[in-house]
């Protein structure tokens, strides 16, 4: 069984094995993850989807990727050349540096030499993951801002306001998975649902990691940062080639990486499912449990096409306030239930059963009660609702313009005119006709 241990001894060809072999793992699985996504979207909305380059259109993916790379490339001429040219690079790097900690099987013969499924592991392996992904956003941030256009400024913004704070919820939602490991390590936390997966104990943490990385990935129902209707496209809009290509790879191998570390928290990594571990010896043995992992991973990539295909976009505020408001207090309250029942297990020697009944049933009716309360609006002051509304216009959660306000007909130059400028020059002009 492969641990911290079994790392840092394998041979430089091994290394370089393996590192090819990550590489070229996740270039295959984002081109047929592109493919799979059209065709399931496709049969969703009664299409065929790509079907004429390859068997079943498999073709389709690569394809596409040797004509962007094939197509003119465009620099905007407001443009910050250098940091135009590195935003997608410092993208797509960090989308590849985070698989090499995901333990893909047990420990092999690779031409003699026994070695672990997985490039490497640290005692932090799970911390290595997602400052990985937060490093992506740099690069999305700096293509905003080195496009030299609002529209991409404004979508770099969001994905940045959308990283913090869904970030936030993910790491609330493994903090309870380290509980029950003991240990931040990928290959130790696998090692550790040997007998039973942290799914099943730890349920709502799956649930808050589940929406918290479709936020993190900027996927719909959360893919507010590419929102077309206000944004064009976002962060990319003034990108297109090789550069946009590189934008493309990196979403879609993030995909894959959070799916593969839902596998590796939450349903046992590379472990044999259904408890086929139990009745068949080998099957956790050797090179198969690679398509065990492999199968977790597109079920869970699966999901992420389903909620593409079925759920609209959300409004940015309810977005950030269900991050910030639902996400972030239920996963800080089920970490304290999750520790409680831990302490009571080890010191008291208390059965889940009675943990459940005694701990968590109680915490559950208060976290019920707590998100079921209405929320109270602030009182009005000065005459004026808390968005400038006057009193007799119905009270909405965004501002909306006053009903009463005044255009004048010509403005002298770049001048701005307030509202009450507006005022006295519609006065003036009513006084002069008259």
């Known amino acids: 069984m492969p641990n911290l241990d079994s790392f840092g001894h394998d041979v430089w060809w091994i290394i370089l ?39 079943q259109g498999l073709l389709q993916s690569l394809a596409d990727g040797l004509k962007l790379a094939f197509k003119e490339d465009i620099m905007p001429a407001l443009a910050d050349k250098p940091v135009y040219f590195l935003a997608p690079i410092i993208a797509a790097i960090p989308a590849f540096l985070a698989f090499s900690v995901i333990p893909l099987g047990p420990e092999v013969s690779i031409f003699g030499e026994r070695t672990a499924l997985q490039l490497t592991d640290v005692p932090v392996g799970v911390l290595i993951v997602l400052a990985c992904s937060s490093m992506g956003v740099y690069g999305i941030v700096l293509a905003g801002w080195a496009s030299g256009s609002t529209y991409p400024l404004l979508g770099s913004l969001r994905s940045a306001a959308q990283l913090i704070s869904y970030e936030v919820a993910l790491g609330l939602a493994i903090v309870p998975v380290f509980l029950y490991a003991g240990s931040l390590s990928t290959s130790e ?117 389903w909620l593409r295909g079925t759920l609209p976009r959300l409004r940015y505020d309810q977005f950030m306030q269900f991050g910030w408001k639902v996400l972030v207090p239920v996963g ?76 004048p007909t010509k403005v002298a130059g770049d001048r701005v005119v307030t509202r009450a400028g507006a005022a006295t020059a519609n006065s003036a002009a009513e006084d002069s006709e008259t």
């Open 17 to 55: 094995i393996k590192v090819v072999a990550v590489f070229a793992i996740l270039v295959v699985m984002t081109l047929f993850t592109i493919w799979l996504e059209r065709r399931v979207v496709g049969r969703m909305q009664q299409r065929i989807g790509p079907n004429r380059v390859g068997p």
């Open 189 to 305: 936390v696998v090692a550790s649902q040997q007998n039973v997966w942290h799914v099943f104990p730890l349920f709502i943490s799956f649930v808050i990691f589940g929406i918290a990385v479709v936020g993190e990935t900027n996927r719909a129902p959360f893919d507010l940062p590419e929102a077309e209707s206000e944004l064009v496209g976002g962060f990319h809009t003034e990108y297109s080639s090789l550069k946009f290509a590189l934008f493309f790879l990196a979403e879609y191998i993030n995909i894959v990486t959070v799916s593969a570390l839902a596998t590796t928290l939450f349903l046992g990594g590379w472990r044999a499912p259904f408890g086929l571990g139990t009745i068949w010896a080998g099957a956790n043995e050797g090179w198969l449990p690679i398509v065990w992992f492999l199968g977790k991973v597109f079920a869970f990539i699966f999901v992420f096409i």
């Open 332 to 407: 800080l309250l089920w970490i304290v239930v999750v520790a409680s029942l831990r302490t009571l297990s080890r010191e008291y020697d208390w059965s889940f059963i009675q943990s459940v009944l005694f701990v968590g049933i109680p915490l559950g009716v208060v976290l019920v009660v707590l998100l079921l309360l209405p929320e109270k609006l602030p009182e009005p002051e000065d005459d004026e609702t808390l968005y400038g509304i006057v009193p007799d216009q119905p009270v909405t959660s965004y501002p909306i313009p006053p009903m009463d306000l005044l255009i």
